[in-house]
């Protein structure tokens, strides 16, 4: 672990910020074992972020990284596989920064099925800048901006981008690290818009907040309540209530991807056509 460390962050940038028992360090160490069980070259590699406690994760990595403007992940993630397709794009967001102010950005990098990896850290509550709700907040759950709890229906943000035209949509939990560095995997290597949502723990903002006791205790939580798909799928309607799946939810090969179908685009107006 310390060599992979060394190859792929950034030195004197550790410790970092996150707070104790925050799960980000989590997902962004997945991300790390899912290029490199790729055995990808990290200078072909470029993490785009916007703002957020997850988005600081490109700071820390020592790959081609932008930490652009809050919500702006994905259009700033546009131009960069738009220069240069030969990159494998990843990007870092969080639940408030890609479906909230991002939203609109998220629909349609799904609907152009642009080739790159959305990994959506869904901590569900905005951490950094004061435990606000944000559309993946739980419904019923209490928050800074919700102190007598949320009555909006949050987002599911899967069927949400799946609807939208992504191709490759996941989830997978912090409790399940090894599952979900091979998701990142399988995700940077379908040809198309592939979002990994990881479901992750924010014990200081929404922990505190919802009662639900320590990290450890959220970790449980995350135990007890992810689903493998073909347990899922074997399940009742009863028996989902108040649990959620995890694995690839759904895949599709085949549709035309976005650089591709630009390239051909030039091609014509050159051609005259």
Not at 51 to 77: E, K, M, Q, W
Not at 79 to 100: R, S
Not at 205 to 213: A, I, T, V
Request: glycine share 12%.
């Amino acid at each position: 672990m310390e060599a992979m460390i060394d190859k792929y962050f950034r030195p004197g940038r550790l410790p970092h910020i996150w707070c104790p028992g925050c799960g980000n360090g989590v997902v962004t160490g997945t991300i790390v074992k899912a290029v490199a069980k790729l055995d990808l070259d990290k200078d072909k590699v470029a993490v785009i972020s916007g703002i957020g406690c997850s988005s600081r994760a490109s700071g820390y990595l020592d790959f081609n990284t932008v930490h652009s403007a809050h919500g702006r992940a994905l259009p700033v993630a546009t131009g960069v596989k738009l220069a240069d397709p030969g990159l494998t794009v990843i990007v870092v967001t969080g639940d408030g920064d890609a479906t909230a102010i991002g939203g609109n950005h998220l629909i349609h990098a799904a609907r152009r099925n642009i080739d790159m990896t959305v990994v959506l850290y869904n901590n569900s509550i905005y951490g950094m800048t004061g435990g606000q709700y944000s559309p993946l907040t739980p419904t019923g759950s209490k928050a800074t901006t919700a102190p007598y709890a949320t009555i909006e229906q949050d987002f599911n943000v899967a069927e949400l981008v799946k609807a939208a035209g992504a191709t490759f949509v996941a989830r997978g939990t912090t409790f399940h690290a090894q599952i979900l560095a091979d998701l990142i995997a399988k995700g940077i290597e379908h040809k198309g818009f592939s979002l990994i949502e990881a479901v992750t723990a924010c014990p200081i903002s929404y922990g505190r907040q919802n009662k639900m006791g320590g990290p450890a205790d959220m970790m449980k939580w995350q135990r007890d309540h992810a689903v493998p798909l073909a347990a899922w799928d074997k399940m009742t309607e009863e028996q989902k209530a108040g649990k959620f799946p995890i694995g690839v939810l759904y895949q599709v090969e085949g549709r035309q991807e976005y650089t591709a179908a630009y390239d051909e685009l030039i091609a014509r107006a050159q051609g005259g056509k």
